[in-house]
């Protein structure tokens, strides 16, 4: 993926890439990476990053921050679950999904789970969970 700043990419081992560097702190994809298109943040670009996970944890995601100094990205953010929204707001990115657990815990607390909204916030290079929102 082109940037304002240079090529994003996943390398032949899952790992994200920064023209032709590994990113800070490495991100490696446990099936897959998929990069989602960068919004452009004051002088930044920043690209949500999914990690395509397996049965007990199908999706993580990770944002990046790239500038003429280079690439930063996140810890590893989520509840496991899809993303159903992300989205600008100001100089902040949200991104919205359920909660998650997998097939092996009981029904009961897979759906209570599945009920739960969880708001991921990304801000100045940071992510939080923004826990003022009714659930």
């Known amino acids: 993926m082109s940037t ?3 090529s994003l990419t996943v390398g032949n081992n899952k ?3 920064f023209r ?41 995601y990770y944002f990046v921050t790239l ?4 690439a930063k990205g996140t810890t590893a953010f989520g509840t496991c679950n899809v993303a159903n929204q992300v989205k600008r707001d100001g100089d902040s990115i949200r991104v919205t999904m359920h909660g998650y657990r ?7 607390e897979r759906r209570s789970a ?10 100045d290079g940071a992510v939080h969970e923004d826990n003022t929102r009714p659930k």
Do not use: M, W
Request: charged share 20%; net charge negative.
């Open 15 to 17: 790992e994200l890439l």
């Open 67 to 70: 500038n003429q100094s280079g």
């Open 20 to 60: 032709g560097r590994s990113v800070v702190p490495s991100i490696v994809g446990n099936n897959g990476l998929d990069l989602g298109t960068p919004f452009h943040l004051k002088a930044e670009d920043v690209v949500l990053v999914t990690d395509n996970g397996g049965t007990a944890c199908p999706y993580l």
């Open 4 to 6: 304002r700043f240079g």
């Open 114 to 123: 599945l009920r739960a909204v969880h708001v991921f916030v990304f801000r």
């Open 102 to 108: 997998g097939p092996f815990e009981p029904e009961s």
